[in-house]
């Protein structure tokens, strides 16, 4: 373990009151990408830039190219939790994590066994149909081909914050009270350029501010600690995780 890294586990050895704030960089580790890491492989095959296609006008406008794409692109059925994703779950066992906020849409912080988890952007897990509200699982759009259709004949929406879209009220100030009042702050993957979300982290007045991401962030010089290694590697070394 190098002193960065025991650094980290003595912080989280000595707290009962630490929260997590995460990106795509999570789940990288986990198979899956982070489209705005990789824009240039999908202007090949899509007419418009991700951040076009996953906005609401484009859903609303062109709901069957906007299928091709997120079934494609954005589902990822076959990720399991990395590391990262167990260690977290394990604090929270622990009694130490009391909250965990992601910015990620894939569901695997609650499949790793994580109860408290705040989940910005929604969840693909979760697909609402647009007329009368029922909730179908991710099957029904990896299932179905074109525009996937409730049995009441509605269209049916993932249940993800597009772009145009605004963040849940009730989520986003959950967030902000977790982060206000947590002792330590764990913000990882995440390079902390998307607005909203990045600004939750502003609420946090404590000392004991982490952060694991591989390049640089704008909080950096607010940073008591600083690690650019592997998010799973890290934690899972911190929390003790067996390979
Ligand atoms: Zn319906």
Not at 23 to 48: C, M, Q, W
Not at 132 to 147: D, M
Not at 195 to 219: D, F, M, Q, V, W
């Amino acid at each position: 373990m190098n002193t960065d890294t025991q650094k980290l586990k003595s912080i989280l050895d000595s707290s009962e009151n630490i929260v997590f704030f995460g990106g795509a960089g999570v789940s990288t580790e986990s198979g899956i990408p982070d489209f705005r890491s990789v824009d240039g492989l999908y202007n090949k095959k899509h007419k418009y830039p991700p951040e076009t296609i996953l906005s609401h006008s484009f859903f609303i406008e062109h709901t069957e190219e906007f299928y091709r794409f997120y079934r494609e692109k954005m589902l990822y059925p076959d990720a399991k939790p990395n590391k990262a994703h167990i260690a977290l779950a394990e604090l929270e066992k622990r009694g130490k994590i009391k909250a965990v906020i992601t910015q990620n849409v894939d569901g695997l912080h609650s499949e790793a066994g994580s109860t408290n988890v705040l989940e910005l952007h929604g969840s693909a897990l979760r697909n609402l149909c647009m007329t009368c509200g029922e909730c179908y699982p991710i099957e029904k759009i990896l299932q179905t081909e074109g525009i996937p259709l409730c049995t009441c004949g509605g269209v049916i929406k993932p249940d993800v914050v597009l772009y145009e879209e605004g963040l849940d009220y009730s989520v986003m100030s959950r967030a902000a009270n977790a982060i206000y009042n947590a002792d330590v702050l764990i913000v990882g993957g995440t390079s902390l350029n998307v607005y909203p979300a990045a600004g939750l982290i502003n609420h946090y007045g404590g000392n004991k501010l982490i952060l694991i991401n591989k390049s640089e962030t704008p909080y950096d010089h607010y940073a008591d600690l600083i690690i650019r290694e592997s998010i799973g590697l890290t934690l899972g070394e911190a929390v003790g995780i067996e390979a």
